[in-house]
């Protein structure tokens, strides 16, 4: 990770530099038109003592000063309305970025990462370095225009006085000292506190139907208070920091009122200092102190922006495990398939050669090989652990595989472009997915090329129609997060309901149908023989009597192939296949009764 942690944030620049410079430009009018009002109030204040002021000059100089003051407003709007405008530009191309970024990682990338905690970061923390580069910026931009030019002006009216006043300047410098670190580690201490009650949060709402079903709402609310405490005492000890700072400033603020007041008041009356000067003396104080404040301000802003963007930078350091080794190419045309999309140019035979792979040096798969000829179904069982679910990561490539153990046409997967080998393998998992929008949504979430016809025809493949027709939406039905809205067999069957809208020429389906019963399983495959003909496809099912229809079966044990060929020879040969089957049939026979 990068000792610089704003090098990205500063990086966007380029892109919002316009209204950036525009605010920029906007601080010098609006800050330093305030200091000639005052010097203004000071001559009338001055003139009114020694009797001396005309009424059209008392009135003409109200009116000018009243004019800077519209003239200071408008461009205090300008500013605001630029910076905080380049600072939201930047929030949202930080965000896209980390999103994008994200996207590139593959499931196995990020099964490390709790979802609160990336929440966390990608909201807050990017809000808290979008703070520090708007308000943050524009305030210490201020500073450095207000400051000097009021040290300045003090300098010109009354040298000794000035040199007092740096009393309070340097108090105020050593309470920002003081309270910079702990800040900073405060600071940080409360982002992670916040990214913790995310994570329970979100893992508790997402995790509902668990909680009830072991009561464990007490158990779930106890973590999420302890959770909370954390943050809050967090939260205490950076309000704690906040008010003691802000309690010093004040009180140094006031030192240098009662410095200005004394020492003034004394030039006053020996006559060395105006009382229009005493004024402007006065006004300039407060005027110059609040930058400075707001700098202190920024300074605990800057510690927890900066404890933000490296958490962020921990996001992006991590290397997506499966990139692109292959520039994308584009779609070639396709032969249309009844009811379905068209087929990429591949025509999709698929084969594994000498695949081993392991999950933290545990061995999963060893040395395992076969050959799916395109147009064919390959049926793969085996025992709970065996690898199947890894083996199909493997050749989707969500997962990357040693290379040369996947090909696809003969092509190493690891060479084609992502865009295209995603066009060609479609994927149903195991542990389903569906988002929180309409079940045609769902349906067609695999691009624009699929329209009513497409959807309508996959879910009556997937023999989900009849279920979605009586919804009392239909297919605008809205689902619940996660799909929670539908049984657990509805879910699968409308996630086979997307792969299929896909129209992908290779289909690998794991172990999809799990939750649904084995008469169904069966009916819906029998569904899909028409579609699959003409389609490589790898069905992973527990149930050995799903695999009835595939044209050869392989089966796994502790990660190798043990036995292949068709369901009639596997249970024919007697052995690990032969006795699973007669178990499930067994099993099967005893439901029935």
Same mark, same amino acid.
């Given at each position: ?126 809000? /808290? ?109 950076? /309000? ?76 992006? /350091? ?15 045309? &396709? ?118 016809? &497409? ?7 997937? &023999? ?130």
């Amino acid at each position: 990770m990068t000792d610089r942690p704003f090098q990205r944030a500063l990086g966007y620049f380029p892109q919002v530099k316009r209204q950036w410079l525009w605010g920029m430009a906007a601080i010098v009018p609006g800050a330093g038109l305030p200091m000639v009002v005052f010097y203004i109030v000071a001559q009338i204040i001055d003139g009114i003592d020694k009797g001396t002021l005309e009424f059209s000059d008392a009135v003409s100089g109200s009116l000018l000063a009243g004019l800077l003051v519209v003239a200071a407003s408008f461009s205090k709007y300008a500013m605001r309305l630029h910076i905080t405008g380049a600072s939201r530009d930047f929030e949202r191309l930080y965000r896209q970025d980390l999103f994008a970024h994200l996207m590139s990682l593959s499931p196995h990338d990020l099964s490390s990462i709790r979802t609160g905690d990336i929440m966390s970061r990608s909201v807050s923390d990017i809000e /808290a370095v979008r703070m520090l580069l708007g308000p943050g910026v524009m305030y210490n931009a201020q500073a450095l225009v207000v400051v000097p030019a009021a040290l300045v002006a003090m300098a010109v009216t009354d040298p000794s006085l000035m040199l007092a006043m740096l009393v309070p300047f340097v108090g105020l410098a050593m309470v920002i000292k003081a309270a910079s670190r702990p800040t900073q580690r405060w600071s940080q201490r409360t982002q992670e506190s916040l990214a913790d009650v995310s994570t329970v949060a979100q893992e508790s709402l997402s995790g509902i139907r668990v909680v009830k079903a072991f009561a464990a709402e007490p158990l779930t609310a106890s973590g999420f208070r302890s959770k909370g405490a954390n943050l809050l005492q967090a939260n205490l000890h950076l /309000a704690t920091l906040r008010g003691i700072t802000s309690a010093g400033v004040t009180a140094v603020k006031e030192l240098g009122v009662l410095v200005i007041l004394a020492v003034g008041g004394w030039h006053v009356v020996s006559g060395d200092l105006s009382k229009g000067e005493l004024f402007f003396f006065l006004m300039l104080l407060g005027y110059a102190l609040w930058p400075l404040i707001a700098i202190g301000w920024m300074l605990g802003m800057y510690h927890r922006a900066g404890a933000a963007a490296r958490r962020l930078e921990e996001l992006f /350091a991590l290397q997506p495990s499966v990139a692109d080794n292959s520039p994308s190419q584009p779609r070639a045309e &396709q032969p249309e398939l009844p009811g379905l999309p068209a087929l990429p140019a591949l025509k999709g035979q698929l084969k594994v050669s000498h695949l081993s792979h392991a999950w933290d040096g545990a061995l999963v798969l060893d040395d395992v090989s076969f050959t799916v000829p395109p147009g064919t179904t390959l049926g793969i069982t085996g025992r709970t652990g065996c690898g199947k679910s890894t083996l199909v990561q493997l050749m989707a490539r969500l997962v990357d595989p040693p290379p040369g153990t996947v090909l696809l046409d003969g092509h190493d997967i690891r060479e084609l472009p992502l865009e295209q080998l995603r066009a060609t393998v479609g994927v149903v998992p195991q542990d389903t997915f569906l988002f929180s929008e309409t079940i045609r949504e769902n349906v067609a979430f695999s691009g624009d090329h699929v329209g009513e016809e &497409q959807v309508l025809a996959a879910t009556k493949l997937a &023999q989900v129609h009849d279920d979605i027709e009586g919804f009392p939406h239909g297919y605008d039905e809205i689902l619940g997060e996660r799909g929670v809205t539908l049984s657990g067999g509805q879910r699968q069957r409308t996630a086979i309901a997307r792969t299929l809208a896909a129209a992908t020429p290779v289909l690998l389906l794991d172990d999809c149908l799990s939750a649904v019963d084995s008469v169904t399983e069966q009916a819906i495959l029998r569904s899909l023989e028409q579609t699959l003909t003409g389609r490589t496809s790898v069905v992973v099912s527990h149930r050995v009597a799903a695999l009835s229809l595939a044209d050869q079966v392989l089966v796994l044990d502790e990660g190798r192939v043990v036995e292949s060929g068709t369901h009639d020879e596997l249970v024919t040969l007697g052995g690990l296949y032969a006795e699973i089957e007669k178990r499930q049939r067994i099993e099967a026979e005893i439901e029935a009764l």
